[in-house]
T-cell receptor, first 115, second 115 residues
């Protein structure tokens, strides 16, 4: 699984757009890019996943350049409740069983949203 | 609502005790995982299982064992608890094959303190 690098922390204010960039220079051809969100005292939860270009859902957008060596999670108009740790993960669709079948987390980015 | 349920939110155990952490999922998922989360280290995979009675070591299996006798239940066992096993423990599950990094569901965690 490819290693990822993210900023340790970011600060923002309510109503602003927040962009969190993740670097994954060794991404493989069949790897997907996935972001998870974790609130204090809870387990991580899936936010968004993409392979290339742009993906948007009701929560966030994910921008992936053509070389796929980085990606940017964009959170529009954040609120206090978006304060959380955001994890970027890179890996392939898993095969049936086996060692590829697992998530590898880094330390994530702590986003602190202030009033 | 689909769920991964961890039996305890908080546990305090003494050094040398045998500790059982229980996790149950109601989604008929094949794959189940145990992570521990520590400040500055992110989530680290301890063990995972892709089928009943099947298990594989993750990145930090030392001092732990697991049991999966039924599809819905995955237990983490600390054979002789030590203070360096004080941590937040997170259980997760996912279906197989084909989900990749998408579709992992986490429990709310068990905060274990070993004194």
């Amino acid at each position: 699984l490819a290693k990822t690098t993210q900023p340790i922390s970011m600060d923002s204010y309510e109503g602003q757009e927040v962009n969190i960039t993740c670097s994954h220079n060794n991404i493989a051809t069949n790897d997907y890019i996935t972001w998870y969100q974790q609130f204090p005292s809870q387990g991580p939860r899936f936010i968004i996943q993409g392979y290339k270009t742009k993906v948007t859902n009701e929560v966030a957008s994910l921008f992936i350049p053509a070389d796929r060596k980085s990606s940017t999670l964009s959170l529009p108009r954040v609120s206090l409740s978006d304060t959380a740790v955001y994890y970027c993960l890179v890996g392939a669709r898993m095969s049936y069983g086996g060692a590829t079948n697992k998530l590898i987390f880094g330390t994530g980015t702590l986003l602190a949203v202030q009033p | 609502d689909v769920k991964v349920t961890q039996s305890s939110r908080y546990l305090v155990k003494r050094t040398g005790e045998k500790v059982f952490l229980e996790c149950v999922q109601d989604m008929d998922h094949e794959n189940m995982f145990w992570y521990r989360q520590d400040p500055g280290l992110g989530l680290r995979l301890i063990y995972f299982s892709y089928d009943v009675k099947m298990k594989e070591k993750g990145d930090i299996p030392e001092g732990y064992s697991v049991s999966r006798e039924k599809k819905e239940r995955f237990s983490l066992i600390l054979e002789s608890a030590s203070t360096n096993q004080t941590s937040m423990y997170l259980c997760a599950s996912s279906s197989s094959p084909g989900d990749g990094l998408y579709g992992y569901t986490f429990g709310s965690g068990t905060r274990l303190t070993v004194v």
